[in-house]
């Protein structure tokens, strides 16, 4: 795909935004995005991130003995994956797995993702204050109300409080 912007060079960066219910998306090259001041980061390769994390992480088990075994002959029930065909292939084979491998994937993914195992999205980084604010009061309501269907009253008072102070 061919930039946008310079119509030149091919697109790498690619953005979608929705504005008042309407998507747009704009595909610029490398050279592009950075005059517009969007950051651009490098990002290692996903089959690298994978197979450095799985290295790892087998190295972790296999100190353990009896865990290795028994998270290896794990298959799952609905597509047959096991995790050493994960570590092979590096792909799963349906959403099941994770709940079937947690034990063996949620180290990996908190590592490749920060400690942040849910998804959160992406802020531009020349997103306006306020606007940046609004996505965090978001959040905030989000765990406000997780908290009160847990029945964790505490916690839903300091997110309440958090709240009415941001606002």
Known sequence: MQCQSCKQNTATIHLTEIHGGQR???HLCEA??????????????????????LAVQ?????????????VEDIECPHCGMTLKRFRKELLL??????????????PIIEKSQAQNTSHRGKVPSKVPDDTRQ??????????????????????????????????
Do not use: W
């Open 93 to 106: 084979g349906c959403p099941a797995d994770y709940e079937v491998f947690d034990k063996a994937l949620r």
């Open 58 to 70: 087998t190295q972790h088990y296999s100190g353990g003995g009896s865990d290795e075994m028994i």
């Open 24 to 26: 747009h998306e704009m």
């Open 134 to 167: 609004q996505i965090g009061l978001l959040g905030l309501r989000k765990k406000l109300d997780a908290a009160v269907k847990a029945e964790d009253y505490e916690t839903a008072a300091k997110l309440r409080d958090e709240i009415n102070r941001l606002q």
């Open 32 to 53: 592009c995005a950075h005059q517009q001041g969007l950051a651009v980061k490098n990002q290692i390769p996903l089959n690298e991130l994978l197979s450095t994390l």
